[in-house]
């Protein structure tokens, strides 16, 4: 049922079969279908109910990566559903428009499960939405792209194991939203697209096939304040944006893609037009700035290692043991370093659950303007040292992990307490 201030969903796991490629069908995972599940879509200030059902053989949990709720329905590894089971999740939303995700988080099985195909997408909405005069109708100028690359073997199959690779699995082919070659048809106007970093572990590097300039809107957690014009964008595991690009000028039958390096992500092609022209609103949101007169605590952190070895401040992940203490709605400052080793090291993309941080600086200075909004997923270069503001809403055991889902599987993970 759905009420105006309530909604609820059911999300199911299952595993079922995908034609991915010609030829043989894939074995898949998905919520509700045999790849990936639904967009589950919410208002701030809504009540939500999900109903989660596991029909796999294995545990699983139900993690809604992004939402700012407290940490008994946050789906960590301490909320496990077994097979043949169902847990409801109540919670109430309390954060602004945004597209953020859901996907697996069950001990040491986070990775094999994603790599399948379970993630799915929320849709947070709120007046801003409403108000914002921006492409917003799905499918026809709005667009999510969930980006992973997979590993399909000669019979077309997803074999984890044999991809296995402690630093992260790595595919040789693109799915973009579970599909090959995506192409989309749309008319000459403003395009919005809302990018999603589903991979196991593979950063993005985006671009137009013409160098053509676009506008990134939103960051993980909501709008930015203004667009920000850009021509090549970095997406890590976890992270989201959202980009507009401008097709007004493209005469019909043009094409454009989307690309990553040498690889298409997206082939757009201009067909039908349309005399409304746009201008992108300059101002999108009001991200408040901290008053920096009193100066807080830097909590220090460091991540290290590769393969087998990865750690954050020399410890791998333990249920049983806290890691770092917050206090409910008190600022906090976490300054995280990526201590390279002989070999260089390897980036990280830190994430931390239950909350939207700022990023204050990358080695003391200012981040570019694109991550000067929300963020829950925080790119680190090795030999990199960032500084983040954050202020947990609620309380309880929020997980806080390296984003290559094979290093928060193998331990780069930690547990931060909120009092
Ligand atoms: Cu997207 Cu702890 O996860
Ligand atoms: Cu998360
Ligand atoms: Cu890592």
Redesign the pocket.
Known sequence: FERENEVSYTLKTQRGETQLKEGRKTATMGYNGSYLGPILKMRKGQTVHIKTENNLSEETTF?W?GLKIPSDVDG?PHSPVEPNQTAQIDFEVNQEAATL?F?P?ALGTTAEQVYYGLAGLIYVEDEQTDRLDLPKEYGVNDFPLILQDRNLDENNQLDYERSYNPDGVYGNTLLVNGTLNPYVEVKNEKVRLRLVNGSNARNYQLALNNQARFYQIASDGGFLEEPVEMTSLVLAP?ERAEIIIDLEDYPEGETIQLMDGETTVLDIGVKGTTDVKKELPRKLNTIPVRETSDSLPVKKMTLAGMGYMVSIDGKQFDMNRIDMEETQGETAIWEIYNAPDMMGGMAHPF?V?GLQFKIISRDGKTPPLNEQGWKD?VLIEAGETVQLELEFPEKGIF?Y?C?ILEH?DVGMMGQVEVK
């Open positions: 993690h990566h960590g995700w996907h988080h976890g994430h659950h997923t997980m992990h984003h928060e």
